[in-house]
C-alpha cells in the first residue's frame, strides 16, 4: 500500500496555484493481527514538520512577494541578498531560504 500526502495552496478563487507532495508512505503487507494500523508516533511527527515547513514557506514567499511592490511607484523593489533564517513555530523550528533574485 501507498499514501501520498499533496498539499494544495490556493489563492481563494478554487483555481490550484501551487501543488506540493509532502509525503509519501510505504506499507508492506502484512497481518493486521499484530494491531500495527495507523500512523506511528514517528510518522506521524514527520508528516506535521513536513506541512509546517511548507505551510509557512509559502506564507512567507506570498508575504515578501507582496512587500515587493512600492507603495509609491509601484515599481518591484529588488531582492538584495539570500540568506537562510530559522523561525521558531509553535510545532518546531523551520527554516527557510530566500534566494536573491527568485521573487
Request: glycine share 10%.
Amino acid at each position: 500500500m501507498q499514501c501520498a500526502i499533496v498539499l494544495e495552496f490556493d489563492d481563494g478563487d478554487g483555481t490550484v496555484a501551487k501543488r506540493v507532495e509532502a509525503m509519501r508512505f510505504h506499507r508492506v503487507d502484512r497481518s493486521q493481527a499484530s494491531g500495527d494500523v495507523g500512523l506511528s508516533l514517528g510518522e506521524g511527527k514527520s508528516l506535521v514538520n513536513c506541512v509546517q515547513q511548507e505551510f509557512v514557506v509559502e506564507q512567507l514567499d506570498r508575504y515578501c512577494a507582496s512587500q515587493r511592490t512600492c507603495e509609491v511607484c509601484g515599481a518591484l523593489r529588488r531582492v538584495h541578498d539570500g540568506h537562510c533564517s530559522e523561525l521558531k513555530t509553535t510545532l518546531g523550528k523551520v527554516f527557510y531560504c530566500s534566494v536573491a533574485g527568485t521573487r
